[in-house]
């Protein structure tokens, strides 16, 4: 996945999140891109505090796609996945994540919400820990504000 395709996916992902802030969810949308870098197979909302949308469509990637297929997917994300989520797509064996927004910008906009108690652990750091590679972009300077956009205006009326 080049850049180009990079800021478009995480365009598309935002939208998601949007759709997911106007069904009264968190701002968080995720895209998985097949190998050619720009079809979408899946696409994923947050759902609630524990389902994220990362960990929920690498659990659906997972049962409806081999790990030989996943591992030539990109994950695409809004935010930068939190260690649940890092994991999930470790262990869905999805091969490349790019996200748009890093936790640690999301924990500053955020703080110490009871909605989202955001761990300040990079997802790089957790797929450093493991066995495979997984290639992680982010964040994606382009469209950072967009992205950031969601969330501020979602947290400050959730306070």
């Not at 996945?1 to 998601?16: F, G, I, K, S, T």
């Not at 110490?112 to 972009?137: M, W």
Request: glycine share 8%; aromatic share 6%.
């Amino acid at each position: 996945m080049d850049r180009p395709q990079a800021v478009q996916a995480l365009r598309l992902a935002n939208e998601v999140a949007r759709r997911a802030l106007a069904g009264g969810h968190h701002p968080f949308g995720a895209l998985l891109i097949d190998a050619d870098g720009h079809t979408v197979l899946l696409e994923q909302g947050n759902v609630d505090s524990v389902n994220h949308a990362e960990a929920v469509l690498a659990r659906r990637a997972a049962r409806r796609f081999g790990a030989e297929r996943l591992a030539r997917c990109t994950l695409v994300t809004t935010v930068e996945p939190c260690a649940m989520c890092a994991g999930t797509q470790y262990w869905a064996n999805v091969g490349r994540l790019v996200y748009g927004m890093s936790e640690r910008r999301l924990l500053e906009m955020t703080g110490n919400h009871a909605e989202n108690p955001t761990l300040d652990l990079p997802c790089r750091e957790v797929f450093s820990r493991g066995q495979k590679g997984i290639e992680v972009i982010g964040p994606v300077a382009e469209v950072e504000m967009e992205i950031a956009a969601l969330h501020r205006d979602f947290w400050r009326r959730a306070g």
